[in-house]
T-cell receptor, first 113, second 110 residues
Framework: NAGVMQNPRHLVRRRGQEARLRCSPVKGHSHVYWYRQLPEEGLKFMVYLQKENIIDESGMPKERFSAEFPKEGPSILRIQQVVRGDSAAYFC???????????FGSGTRLTVV | GQNIDQPTEMTATEGAIVQINCTYQTSGFNGLFWYQQHAGEAPTFLSYNVLDGLEEKGRFSSFLSRSKGYSYLLLKELQMKDSASYLCAVRAGPTDKLIFGTGTRLQVFP
């Protein structure tokens, strides 16, 4: 029973490039959440998605960031024209429903050089 | 607004007991979670409280007082492997998402 799978584990991008982070939730989980964690800081909520719908994007920066969770395939967090300040660990979590506990993936560590 | 406060760092000795406090002020409340996170790893679930009182699970216990907006995580018989960050999170807001505190980094010394 695989947990939440995130890839890649580490991603290096030059300033101005695009970063695509993938998250496959636990089998049967239809709720996906993305969080960002800066060094020595807590998890900051970014976006909450269900299949084909964005439920809550109140934590997403207004520009350059987008997320999707298509009917088939993983959830994708896309960051366009990355800047050094985007360097962080990005964690994905999934739950079976709105009230269930979260299972977290191992994260993608993005470094912008 | 949403505000969750925890101490930034704590230290304790192997075999001792440590209590990590968390206070919260959120719009709505649908449960409080504690997660453990080792450096460079994913957060892992420790406990969940939705009603007032104490939940015990082995060496770990968690307490909740909704009227005071307060919770604590109690770790007994500390082991070196308990050195980690402990994250308090509240399910709140119109979409019931988890809102995390900044975490408490616990160092256990021999």
């Amino acid at each position: 029973n695989a947990g939440v799978m995130q890839n890649p584990r580490h991603l290096v991008r030059r300033r101005g490039q695009e970063a695509r982070l993938r998250c496959s939730p636990v089998k049967g989980h239809s709720h996906v959440y993305w969080y960002r964690q800066l060094p020595e800081e807590g998890l900051k909520f970014m976006v909450y998605l269900q299949k084909e719908n964005i439920i809550d994007e109140s934590g997403m920066p207004k520009e350059r960031f987008s997320a999707e969770f298509p009917k088939e395939g993983p959830s994708i967090l896309r960051i366009q024209q990355v800047v050094r300040g985007d360097s962080a660990a990005y964690f994905c979590a999934s739950s079976p429903d709105r009230t269930g506990g979260y299972t977290f993936g191992s994260g993608t560590r993005l470094t912008v050089v | 607004g949403q505000n969750i406060d925890q101490p930034t760092e704590m230290t304790a000795t192997e075999g001792a007991i440590v209590q990590i406090n968390c206070t919260y002020q959120t719009s709505g409340f649908n449960g409080l979670f504690w997660y453990q996170q080792h450096a460079g790893e994913a957060p892992t679930f420790l406990s969940y409280n939705v009603l007032d009182g104490l939940e015990e699970k082995g060496r770990f216990s968690s307490f909740l007082s909704r009227s005071k907006g307060y919770s604590y995580l109690l770790l007994k018989e500390l082991q070196m492997k308990d050195s980690a960050s402990y994250l308090c999170a509240v399910r709140a807001g119109p979409t019931d998402k988890l809102i995390f505190g900044t975490g408490t980094r616990l160092q256990v010394f021999p």
